[in-house]
């Protein structure tokens, strides 16, 4: 190893040097691996790094060989990344030996807690800035799903973004979170009863996966996360996938992501956000879309005042599939109205009515 980079939440990029290939782009788990020093032999995983990867693109360190961490001594029993090389054993909120076990066994369901639900993780912060440019004082919680990446930690957005959120729940297999769940629908439990959100948000971490096919897209798991919400007695608010930049027709107006997800997945139904101010063209493109939505699924088109505004003044730089705001205006302006709407439909006490 020639170098150290930035370092973020569980996240170290360094510098290795590698035979036939240079010098390399990598990044280190410190709670997996330890934390890498220059001059150490680094064990590198390249799959990432070779195929250039848009997001991710990194060589991943398996292990500094040299010197490892100690062996894990717990607390907790869940888990995660199963009968992987690196599966990481982690303290789920639902265990029976912690302080939360009686929480969540005896939650029964959200309250009627607006959940916003997206299919992409570059969602997460136009979709927290919509509800806190609505409602400042608001608690925003993160349940970050196991489509993408798997730790939490690798997500620079969710490190600049910490003390604008409740916390952060990774379900599934995915670990890394303030709080770590067995399930979605334990993961959502938590945000509502332990880090008292009055608002969640819910998507897969960075790295979706796509083949171009109707059904082969890691975002299907929005429909199913709707279902949980509905389930649990929560509010499920879709954040639309919306472009006019995108250079595959699939993906243009409202894609087919959330067409399948919301309209085919979704079966306890959503209210689908559009925002106002698209322009003639692609608003008319989206209300068409959206002219095929099963009965149980509500349009809301909600007035976006304000939020242009509120985005261009991000905490974290807003790109998806790496076009910025300016190029991809109508996509982050649907997550932050989709925000908005969740800001506006919270419950009030029992006490206001």
């Given at each position: ?28 788990h ?6 890498p ?14 195929q ?23 607390p ?39 959940v916003v639900?997206?299919d ?31 730790v939490?930690g ?13 916390g ?12 770590e ?8 439990l938590a945000a ?8 969640a948000i ?6 979706n996966?796509?083949t ?12 199913e ?7 649990l007695?929560g ?15 699939r993906?243009?107006?409202?894609s087919?992501?959330?067409?399948t997800a919301?309209?085919?997945v979704a079966?306890?139904g ?9 322009g ?5 493109q989206?209300?068409?879309d ?8 509500r349009v ?22 790496g ?18 709407y ?12």
């Amino acid at each position: 190893m020639t170098a150290l980079g930035r370092a973020w939440r569980d996240a170290q990029e360094l510098t290795a040097e590698v035979d036939g290939d240079g010098e390399v782009r990598a990044l280190a788990h410190p709670s997996l691996v330890g934390v890498p020093e220059v001059g150490d032999t680094v064990l590198l995983n390249t799959t990432a790094w070779a195929q250039r990867l848009g997001t991710g693109g990194y060589a991943l360190v398996v292990a500094v060989p040299d010197r490892l961490p100690p062996d894990p001594s717990g607390p907790g029993h869940l888990v995660k990344a199963r009968y992987t090389p690196l599966q990481v054993s982690v303290q789920g909120v639902d265990e029976q030996d912690t302080e939360h076990h009686r929480t969540i066994a005896d939650a029964e369901d959200l309250a009627g807690m607006p959940v916003v639900v997206a299919d992409l993780h570059s969602a997460l912060p136009a979709a927290l800035i919509g509800v806190l440019a609505t409602d400042p004082d608001l608690r925003v919680a993160y349940v970050m799903t196991d489509g993408g990446a798997l730790v939490a930690g690798f997500s620079r957005t969710l490190s600049s973004l910490a003390s604008s959120l409740a916390g952060v729940v990774t379900v599934g297999q995915a670990f890394g979170g303030d709080l770590e769940a067995v399930t979605l629908h334990t993961g959502l439990l938590a945000a509502k009863h332990v880090l008292g959100a009055d608002v969640a948000i819910v998507s897969q971490g960075p790295g979706n996966l796509g083949t171009g096919t109707p059904w082969g897209f890691s975002g299907v798991a929005a429909g199913e996360a709707c279902n949980a919400v509905t389930v649990l007695g929560g509010e499920p608010v879709g954040a639309l996938r919306i472009s006019d930049a995108d250079p595959r027709p699939r993906h243009r107006g409202v894609s087919h992501h959330s067409l399948t997800a919301f309209g085919r997945v979704a079966l306890g139904g959503v209210t689908l956000i559009a925002p106002r101010g698209l322009g003639s063209e692609l608003g008319s493109q989206v209300e068409e879309d959206l002219a095929g939505q099963p009965e149980r699924n509500r349009v809301v088109w909600m007035d976006v005042d304000g939020l242009e505004e509120a985005l261009g003044l991000s905490p974290v730089p807003l790109s998806t599939m790496g076009r910025s705001f300016p190029e991809e205006r109508a996509y982050f302006l649907a997550a932050a109205a989709a925000g908005r709407y969740a800001a506006l439909q919270v419950p009030l006490p029992d006490d206001e009515g």
